[in-house]
């Protein structure tokens, strides 16, 4: 008898099809095959995994020019049940499409996504006799919007590739200012059991100050850095109650089953009046944590052991 | 003989008139009478200072709700030549506005800034049924935008009073989710003297960190701490040339002629590869740095006189 | 039938009868009673209780005056299989006895330990006319010395008391320079299990610095301060090795059995080459530590446990 | 006319001729063919040149096996009007020594200064049948006392040469347990002007930490790292009032005409409610300090530079 065939996962994204945001999807070998859900928002993107509708989603957390998505930081921040399982990089280039037959020389009306205009607008001054801007809510839906003639567009900022989609002819390439522009994606699921570290893996968390205490944040990073534990990301986001009060955005080297991050964790939480662990998983860049002897997992057993025979005093107290 | 007349002196700030921007800048009692100069945006505002079109701009910095206004953190970083004179808070508050004669329950598309939006999102979602969201440039903009027919606009977001400036009836008040949100505003001028303490000062820059170190961060934020600096805001932005590298942007409690706040800027110009002073100006709460004895102007003083002693041979080695 | 006789319990300590040490090991409830072993100096009294010869020994540690006793701290560095269990403070005060008749004014040669001489000088020279002093072994030896006629003595620094044990005349009280010095003392046993905390505990340690590193101390006195536990003495003494290798002994307010102390010696044992564990037991002041909430057990605890439900997936991240 | 001949320059050291401290005179070549006056310990030593009876005085500061010598460390802490102006070191070792014609078979009582004992105590435990130690003021004084008859000595611990200055035979050399072992000497004058550096310098000063903050110490060690200065040195002494008080003995790397030197000086003056600056004078070692790019003078130059040209406005902030 066949088994009976397998419910398909399901991904959502930041749709329509040809975003930076389906490219960070195409990276996750276990998505390939499954049902992807292309969604208008991030929050429609968390709540269909809070809801269960989806397995996971895919949505961006950072770019190289723009920095921290901060609705994305907040949200984590925000709503429970969430956890990162997975990180992804996209290279971000963008180019200027338009409706076939349409001439550079004559664009005066350009759409495009905020973050995307920010980084084409000077090629766009160069290149263009004063155009003006309309805002558009992704880099795809900029390209759909060239054939709603309402909109009285001439050209739109898209993703390499957006040819293929959509009937549209690109008038020039490369036109963001940095060309090693990258944005940084997480895979987010429900709260889940973490998994095992790969050797080379990253953990986030958001964690906010107590209030009593000048020096905080320098206490704060102390609990890293007297167990080794070497920060990629810090920002600061508001905690939203008053002008002054924040909570940060940490990502740190190292897996949370490592045992010296797991330490500063412990730490953090003692610290912190309020954390929220979002995961450890393996880092894009597949790079590992440069850890000195002192804090691998062997000197924590070791360290562990010592102190147990110390106690029991079955063992010297000198080591 | 009279006395020519004075030429008036001019404030750029994003307009039209009515925006949260304009109540910054009636704050400022040396603007009083002179000329105001509404802008587009951010760059529009910053270019008439460089440029010397306009003396001065005020600009958004930071909103309590949504963090650090990035593009104008960015703009300080990089654009030189500008200097922070002044700080002011306008608390942030929104109504929802239509076409005379509109009732709530027909409200179907909704116009607004995007950071305004996302105050009044909740409000929105539970007093109209199932709206759209059209992206404004300012929260005067979205009101404006209910007259032009082709946007096809029922009501909009804007700030309280709107209706004195323009012919819209105010549909509900006090529709941000946050009550006591407020932004804070800058005063940018051209680089000039810095100016004399008031007592509660605060100073401005931004630093990068040096490459080379971990725990660079932690170095940075310790020569505010050894001279008893707080600080009020830390803030990372990436530099932008590639995807891990930030640069801080800090508020410090006290005036750069305050003799701690001068030592830390010295120990923070040795350390960091790059900083930019962006001043020292009177805080907008009016709330003067809590300082040590060890760290007030006669204990740099004192210390100095001591040393010279010391090294002279006239003083004894003792204090 | 009736018990067989207990085996009493054996304390060595610097005699002979009459001395400071005496008067610490005086207040040790257990003592009482039992057999006391004087000897002629640490290495003995340390060498009873490694042989097994003693169960314990007390050994001065401190003076207020004088500082660490270095050799008691070198010996409990190197000499394996010690624990300290107790810790008491004796007041030290001198007076200057002679043989029966002698006169103040006729005093030429003192003897006197070098320590008690050092505290006790200013009052000769002020009171005498040129003395000499002639090293003793101990402050009672000094007296007994006095009926020695080889040595040719005067007069003899000794502790209050000294009279009812030595054919002795007090010719002043109270010579010491400063009234309030105090000893402290240690009790020294095998190492044995470590016992519950009273609530008011001192833990003691040795610990060597890692020779790789810049700022080492630092880094070794941060293992404390993020856990929040108090040092009562940081001494340097040299490793004996080379010129500017130092050990350094420690006390830290708390008991090993309290989470913040042991969690800051598990960051010790992991930073440093080489730690000795000393003991922890209840301090002679009585005085309990200063814990903020975030270092209490129940944080620890409670830390743990928010740990353990993140890596398992069964409890949210947040909290 | 023939100058008027120069008036000597006068050097007390602890004697007699022989002891390690006049070899650590012979060191300092302005003190050749100058009065050499030999004191019978370190307050002699240091009343010379307080009084002004001689220009300096070679005093122990520092044995690599024993460590600090504490009388001299609170001397220095206490005195007024001192100054370090230079340091050497002198290799220890011991000989054994008798009168003629005794064999080491025979020795019995064995003279030598406490320091000196402990040192060679495991060789003469080793070679000796059960010897008896009486304790001499100095290493040469030992020598002298084997012809007091009444003294009693068989043999004396002495320093290697002692047998070109007294008729003595040497009965073994190199006793003492470490071969390696060196006493670190510090020249003393009255306070003068600090000298120019040598590239090459140490700097030597006491604090005290303020009462009324835990974790002063590291605040204290902060002053220095945050400026890039090394310590050599850091040893505890008690202030004396009461247990569990301390000043803090420190030698630094570099000299207060160095820039970094001066400023972590000025740091730790503002912090400490007492400190005593004891010296900056070449190394014996000629060990240069390591100094990173942005802690050298330059450095120091360029922030005041460019701080001074942003108070003035004169400069651009961004450096």
Chains 1, 2, 3, 4 share one sequence.
Not at 241 to 266: N, P, S, T
Request: glycine share 8%.
């Amino acid at each position: 008898m066949p088994a009976a065939p397998a419910v398909p996962r399901r991904y959502s994204y930041l749709g329509p099809a040809g975003t930076f945001t389906e490219a960070a999807l195409k990276q996750v070998p276990e998505a390939a095959g499954q049902e992807w859900s292309p969604v208008d928002n991030l929050g429609e993107a968390l709540n269909d995994v809070v809801t269960g509708a989806s397995d996971a989603a895919m949505i961006a957390i950072e770019n190289s020019i723009d920095g921290g998505v901060t609705v994305a930081q907040d949200a984590l921040a925000t709503v429970p049940g969430l956890r990162i399982v997975g990180e992804y990089l996209v290279p971000v280039n963008f180019v200027l499409v338009a409706r076939p037959g349409t001439r550079l020389e004559d664009v005066r009306v350009v759409a495009g996504h905020p973050v995307a205009y920010g980084q084409c607008r000077a090629w766009l001054d160069a290149h263009t006799s004063r155009h003006r801007h309309l805002v558009a809510t992704s880099n795809v839906a900029a390209a759909v919007d060239l054939f709603d003639e309402a909109k009285g567009l001439d050209a739109a900022i898209a993703p390499p590739g957006i040819e293929e989609h959509y009937d549209v002819e690109v008038l020039a390439s490369g036109i963001a200012e940095n060309p090693d522009a990258v944005t940084r994606f997480v895979l987010v699921s429900r709260t889940v059991p973490v998994g095992e570290p790969s050797g080379a893996d990253k953990t986030s968390l958001i964690a906010e100050l107590p209030e009593d205490r000048s020096g905080a944040l320098l206490e704060l990073l102390e609990q890293f850095a007297t167990r080794g534990v070497n920060l990629t990301l810090l920002a600061s986001r508001p905690i939203g109650d008053r002008m002054g009060r924040y909570r940060f955005v940490i990502d740190a080297e190292g897996h949370v089953k490592d045992e010296r991050v797991a330490d500063a964790l412990l730490g953090v939480k003692r610290f912190s009046p309020r954390v929220v662990f979002l995961g450890s998983y393996p880092r894009a860049d597949r790079v590992a944590a440069t850890i000195r002897d002192a804090q691998d997992d062997d000197a924590f057993r070791d360290a562990r052991d010592w102190l147990r025979g110390v106690i029991e005093g079955t063992a010297d107290g000198a080591a």
